[in-house]
């Protein structure tokens, strides 16, 4: 088989690359926008000393496309420009902060998308990867592991999440989620009709053989156990949501879903017993404003940054989000809720819900059970951890430490996450060439 498959013109307009290009070239219209507002707003001259890094990085977008169109041409056409929406929007949002961050930003972006392209050229198959499930779950174990060691794992801000490698350094938990997240789908397709049989009662509920478990629990233990070490409760939330998820994914069972729940509530409150940091959060979340110049002062100001913003905001470069710790980071949500308003912000969670409904459209058009549970996992991560940085900055829930996919600063997590998305990208273009071929769907996602 070719390494580059070309483009038919047959389907003209409507072929799925064109589709994408043309979104793109709005998503790019809207970044230059954006950043153009910014300039004017901060410097009525010159433009920013970031002019050229911008250009890098719609340059990197449009190569991406190009590369989709070679290696993937039959897959979903809106992630991609979805993805350089926020992108993009990020960068922005970041070169309006800080010129430095939004240096680094571009740099990381390189790396994202030549590891997107990589994906795509080294796996040009998903499926395959489903007979190394062991070693995979061996190597998401090694990196969660990774920032415990003396001499490389370095402690920013009480977690030890970051490993040192001299000129910089990254959160290797990011990409063993999606390490983990291939594991889970391997073994649970190996695993879905012994874990979807019931051979015993427990507390009135019928459940599989408990043996079927060991591996998972195993797994999912080591996890939970590595982050609470790690002083990383966030991802150690996002870990346990991710097993929940691909087990009602794989089996269906609502019975899961609710241990789940009871699960999460016990470690919650276990967990506020355990740690004071955990303690301060909660008190943050619940009452800000009785501590404002302390622990409750990151979140005081977030909301004082959203209330200002208002129905349309205060226009791009004309608040100032910039008092607010971590703002191009933990709490960039609340400066574009400052500067672009309720309607911006709810446009920024419109665009994900786009991409979590095309990712799970990608699952659902999958032919192959592997490949389902791994586009439906990844779809669910991604998503869920929208909700959890969004709903710590809005206080619908304590404020957990992730990052925004794709717009927050941070280089480990935006790799990461482009390599979501060609997977994802992947998926949906071998779906695409099953269906073609006349490929009977295995049913395994939503379904008994």
Same mark, same amino acid.
Request: net charge neutral; charged share 15%; hydrophobic share 55%.
């Given at each position: 088989?070719?390494?580059?498959?070309?483009v038919? +013109?047959?389907?003209?307009?409507?072929? +799925?690359?064109?589709?994408?290009?043309?979104?793109?070239?709005?998503?790019?219209l809207?970044?230059?926008?954006?950043?153009?507002?910014?300039?004017?707003?901060?410097?009525?001259?010159?433009?920013?000393?970031v002019?050229? =890094?911008?250009?890098?990085?719609?340059?990197?977008?449009?190569?991406?496309?190009?590369?989709?169109?070679?290696?993937?041409?039959?897959?979903?056409?809106?992630?991609?420009?979805?993805?350089?929406?926020?992108?993009?929007?990020?960068?922005?949002?970041?070169?309006?902060?800080?010129?430095?961050?939004?240096?680094?930003? @571009?740099?990381?972006?390189?790396?994202?998308?030549?590891?997107?392209?990589?994906?795509?050229?080294?796996? +040009?198959?998903?499926?395959?990867?489903a #007979?190394?499930?062991?070693?995979?779950?061996?190597?998401?174990?090694?990196?969660?592991?990774?920032?415990l060691?003396?001499?490389?794992?370095?402690?920013? !801000?009480?977690?030890?999440?970051?490993?040192?490698?001299?000129?910089?350094?990254?959160?290797?938990g990011?990409?063993?989620?999606?390490?983990?997240?291939?594991f889970?789908?391997?073994?649970l397709?190996?695993?879905?009709?012994?874990?979807?049989?019931s051979?015993?009662?427990?507390?009135?509920?019928?459940?599989?053989?408990?043996?079927?478990? $060991?591996?998972?629990?195993?797994?999912?233990?080591?996890?939970?156990?590595?982050?609470?070490?790690?002083? #990383?409760?966030?991802?150690?939330?996002?870990?346990?949501?991710? =097993?929940?998820?691909?087990?009602?994914?794989?089996?269906?069972?609502?019975?899961?879903?609710?241990?789940?729940?009871?699960?999460?509530?016990?470690?919650?409150?276990?967990?506020?017993?355990?740690f004071?940091?955990?303690?301060?959060?909660?008190?943050?979340?619940?009452?800000?404003?009785? #501590?404002?110049?302390d622990? &409750?002062?990151?979140?005081?100001?977030?909301?004082?940054?959203?209330?200002?913003g208002?129905?349309?905001?205060?226009?791009?470069?004309?608040?100032?989000?910039?008092?607010?710790?971590?703002?191009t980071?933990?709490?960039?949500?609340?400066?574009?809720?400052?500067?672009?308003?309720?309607?911006?912000?709810?446009?920024?969670? %419109?665009a =994900?819900?786009?991409?979590? &409904?095309?990712?799970f !459209?990608?699952?659902?058009?999958?032919?192959?059970? =592997?490949?389902k549970?791994?586009?439906?996992?990844?779809? $669910?991560?991604?998503?869920?951890?929208?909700?959890?940085? %969004? &709903?710590?900055?809005?206080?619908?829930?304590p404020?957990?430490?992730?990052?925004?996919?794709?717009?927050?600063?941070?280089?480990?997590?935006?790799?990461?996450?482009?390599?979501?998305?060609?997977?994802?990208?992947?998926?949906?273009?071998?779906?695409?060439?099953?269906? @073609?071929?006349g490929?009977?769907?295995k049913?395994?996602l939503?379904?008994?």
């Open positions: 088989m070719a390494l580059f498959t070309p038919g +013109p047959e389907d003209g307009l409507h072929h +799925p690359r064109t589709v994408e290009m043309g979104l793109l070239v709005g998503a790019g809207l970044t230059a926008g954006a950043f153009g507002l910014a300039a004017l707003a901060n410097r009525s001259d010159t433009p920013p000393a002019l050229p =890094f911008l250009g890098l990085v719609l340059l990197l977008l449009g190569t991406a496309h190009f590369m989709v169109r070679r290696l993937a041409p039959s897959a979903e056409p809106t992630l991609l420009p979805v993805v350089g929406f926020l992108n993009g929007l990020g960068y922005v949002m970041i070169a309006r902060l800080d010129e430095d961050f939004a240096a680094r930003q @571009s740099v990381w972006t390189l790396v994202g998308l030549v590891a997107f392209t990589a994906t795509l050229i080294v796996v +040009p198959s998903i499926r395959r990867l #007979d190394f499930r062991y070693l995979l779950a061996l190597g998401g174990l090694i990196l969660l592991l990774l920032p060691l003396p001499y490389i794992g370095v402690e920013i !801000r009480g977690a030890r999440i970051w490993v040192n490698m001299r000129f910089f350094t990254i959160q290797p990011e990409f063993a989620k999606v390490v983990l997240t291939l889970l789908a391997g073994y397709v190996d695993k879905r009709e012994l874990l979807t049989v051979t015993r009662r427990f507390a009135g509920i019928n459940i599989p053989d408990l043996r079927h478990f $060991a591996p998972l629990a195993l797994a999912l233990a080591i996890a939970i156990l590595v982050m609470v070490a790690e002083r #990383d409760l966030g991802s150690s939330l996002l870990f346990f949501t991710l =097993f929940v998820v691909m087990m009602y994914l794989a089996t269906s069972r609502v019975a899961y879903v609710i241990g789940g729940l009871v699960s999460f509530i016990a470690g919650s409150v276990l967990s506020y017993q355990m004071s940091h955990v303690q301060r959060r909660v008190t943050a979340w619940l009452d800000p404003f009785s #501590d404002a110049n622990s &409750g002062f990151q979140v005081a100001e977030a909301s004082f940054a959203m209330a200002d208002g129905l349309v905001g205060t226009g791009l470069g004309e608040g100032t989000p910039g008092v607010i710790p971590a703002v980071t933990d709490m960039i949500f609340a400066a574009i809720g400052e500067e672009f308003g309720l309607l911006g912000a709810a446009g920024v969670l %419109v =994900f819900l786009l991409f979590v &409904g095309a990712g !459209r990608v699952a659902l058009d999958a032919v192959d059970p =592997f490949e549970l791994v586009a439906g996992g990844l779809t $669910a991560l991604l998503g869920f951890q929208v909700f959890v940085i %969004v &709903g710590g900055v809005v206080r619908i829930l404020l957990t430490g992730v990052t925004l996919p794709f717009v927050s600063y941070g280089g480990s997590s935006l790799v990461a996450n482009y390599v979501i998305l060609a997977i994802l990208i992947r998926i949906s273009d071998s779906a695409a060439k099953d269906r @073609s071929h490929g009977a769907d049913t395994l939503g379904t008994s």
